[in-house]
């Protein structure tokens, strides 16, 4: 079901009508209506929130006491100082899913028909998905430093730094789940969306710096884990927050960013478009 | 002539499927346009094409003056657009739902409520406008689903079958409303699968099958054609089947069609053949499992204008 022909570009004639606002700044505007939608929806159903508040502290719990022994040399805090990062990365990385498996509903639902149907930019109900996960993320990384605070993580920096880690884990995040919304307009059912994302974030977020150094890995999968932008995010925060250098993973993380941004947001507007 | 919505020559190919077949359709303004079709015949294709949805694989389709393709927002601006299935956001209530359509027509936060509470008003949801839509019934997700389509006074409003799947009750009330939103001045295109529902509201009726218009005429100019109330007996005494139909027959003036098994249906000229069917029944002492006056069903427009019963196990299009 697609279409071939591209869309023409909005019209931007002012309207005047009592009460009506003119079209300037109203895709910004259009997005922010649609991400407080969003925010309803999270609002009325909490337990979507599972997987950035109880699936952080389960994951940090059981990596530093099952295998914090192992890995470390013995020492569980040690670990847990290199971990709390990691998990950070990891669930980031998964806490876009519901993104794209939520798009994916709504477009099964018809709700999607309704604003295409609208003078509206064809970008922003993507965009307002996008930025209400915003709230979630924020979520995600309290939960995380919350939990590694309560289990004994020692902020080795200073709480500027701290702010620092939460703005870029918070950005990567932004652009990173665009994977998510690309995935949720081409697959056909919301399972399968949810199947696609943890075939890719579960590998991604294993071959990493995440859980173990690069260094004790085959030095074949060890070159594959160094470039990964999961990696390159866990090392920028694990900078921010436990210490040590910050710039070349920083500017790595920001690189896949802008990566992330060029290919698959044109790619998921594309997708958007053609899906009828 | 002006036209409200026109499309002509539109083609539309799924895969292998010819959705649509250059499909003519067309309304002036202010009068109700009903396109009346089996599942599949392509109506919710028109419509999504006609509502910028979907793009044509040829032809041209205008609405309130502008091209779908070129003018698509323009279109947008100049129309409402309510789905088969209700299309409202379960998890919003009734006001969060229209207020947050209203917002994306750029009212004014203060406008938008208005409006929303205008219309939850005139839909009768003033009392459930607090409530998630999920706890709405079918009746009111559909008006729910309507009035979001109304938001912005649209000149044209796309209405996809609106009444699937309501009770007769419910019906009346949407049928109620698309008069309405005609008094006010809106053009409304109108699916149906119900020949009685597009001869109760619309001006002007196209049957479509596979894709294509196969009649397009008056209400009144199409029941000359497929005939208009029918009389279908069913008598419960199997055996007296050719009783029936003999009755059946010299009431008429024509010989009764076995519509379904041991069920005999048979056009008449006026409600009077009804009273007359009663009574010889009666005096015959034949009992009877069903006996109806209607207009034809889909079905038997379709026998009447192709000589062939509809294809309705084909999938939506």
């Not at chain 1, 519901?98 to 604003?115: M, S």
């Not at chain 2, 129309?79 to 009212?107: H, K, R, W």
């Not at chain 2, 949801?125 to 009746?139: C, E, F, Q």
């Not at chain 2, 010299?250 to 000229?269: C, K, N």
């Amino acid at each position: 079901m697609t279409a071939t022909a591209v869309h023409p570009t909005e019209s931007t004639q002012p309207t005047s009508r009592a009460g009506e606002l003119t079209d300037e700044g109203s895709t910004l505007r259009h997005a922010i209506a649609l991400a407080k939608r969003s925010l309803i929806k999270t609002w009325r159903t909490p337990e979507a929130l599972v997987d950035v508040t109880l699936q952080p502290v389960i994951f940090i719990l059981m990596f530093t006491y099952i295998f914090g022994g192992a890995i470390a040399g013995g020492s569980q805090h040690e670990y847990l100082q290199f971990l709390l990062p990691g998990v950070l990365g990891q669930t980031v990385a998964m806490a876009g899913i519901a993104l794209g498996v939520n798009l994916n509903t709504d477009i099964e639902k018809g709700v999607f028909d309704r604003f295409r149907s609208l003078p509206i930019s064809r970008s922003a109900p993507l965009v307002g998905a996008v930025l209400a996960d915003v709230v979630r993320y924020l979520i995600l990384f309290v939960m995380c430093l919350g939990t590694g605070l309560i289990v004994g993580f020692h902020v080795g920096t200073n709480p500027l730094a701290v702010l620092a880690a939460l703005g870029i884990s918070v950005a990567f995040a932004l652009c990173f789940c665009w994977i998510s919304v690309w995935v949720g307009m081409i697959a056909r059912t919301s399972g399968a969306v949810q199947g696609i994302m943890f075939l890719l974030v579960l590998p991604l977020s294993f071959v990493s710096n995440a859980f173990v150094p690069t260094a004790t890995m085959p030095s074949w999968l060890a070159q594959v884990a160094d470039v990964n932008p999961i990696s390159h995010l866990v090392g920028t925060v694990r900078g921010l927050m436990v210490g040590g250098p910050v710039a070349s993973n920083l500017l790595w993380t920001l690189g896949w960013m802008a990566v992330l941004l060029l290919v698959f947001v044109p790619l998921a507007l594309r997708a958007y478009r053609r899906r009828a | 002539m002006t036209y409200a919505f026109r499309a002509e020559g539109l083609t539309k190919r799924f895969g292998t499927t010819q959705a649509l077949d250059s499909i003519e359709l067309a309304a002036e303004h202010g009068t109700v346009l009903g396109v009346l079709g089996p599942n599949g015949a392509g109506k919710t294709t028109a419509v999504r094409i006609l509502a910028t949805l979907l793009q044509a694989d040829s032809g041209r389709a205008q609405v309130n003056g502008y091209d779908v393709t070129r003018d698509a927002a323009k279109v947008r601006r100049s129309i409402g657009l309510t789905g088969q299935y209700a299309s409202v956001d379960e998890d919003l209530t009734g006001t969060q739902n229209l207020v947050l359509i209203g917002q994306l027509l750029n009212l004014r936060s203060a406008a938008a409520r208005a409006r929303a509470a205008e219309l939850l008003e005139w839909f009768d949801l003033t009392d459930a406008a607090g409530r998630m839509a999920k706890t709405y019934s079918g009746g009111m997700r559909r008006r729910l689903d309507l009035a979001a389509s109304l938001v912005g006074r649209p000149a044209v409003v796309f209405l996809d079958e609106p009444t699937t799947g309501l009770d007769p009750a419910k019906r009346e009330d949407m049928w109620g409303v698309v008069r309405q939103l005609v008094d006010d001045g809106s053009t409304v295109l109108l699916t149906t699968q119900y020949l009685d529902e597009a001869d109760a509201l619309a001006d002007e009726i196209s049957v479509i099958d596979h894709g294509r218009v196969i009649a397009h005429d008056t209400p009144d100019g199409l029941k000359r054609v497929i005939g208009g109330q029918r009389i279908r007996v069913r008598p419960s005494d199997l055996g007296r089947l050719d009783e029936v139909r003999a009755i059946l027959g010299q009431i008429a003036g024509a010989s009764p069609e076995e519509s379904a098994r041991h069920q005999l249906t048979v056009p008449v000229d006026d409600e009077s053949a009804l009273a007359a069917t009663v009574d010889r029944l009666t005096e015959s002492g034949i009992s009877v499992t069903e006996l109806s006056f209607h207009l034809p069903s889909l079905d038997e427009v379709f026998m009447s204008l192709t000589g062939r019963p509809t294809e309705t196990t084909k999938e939506a299009a």
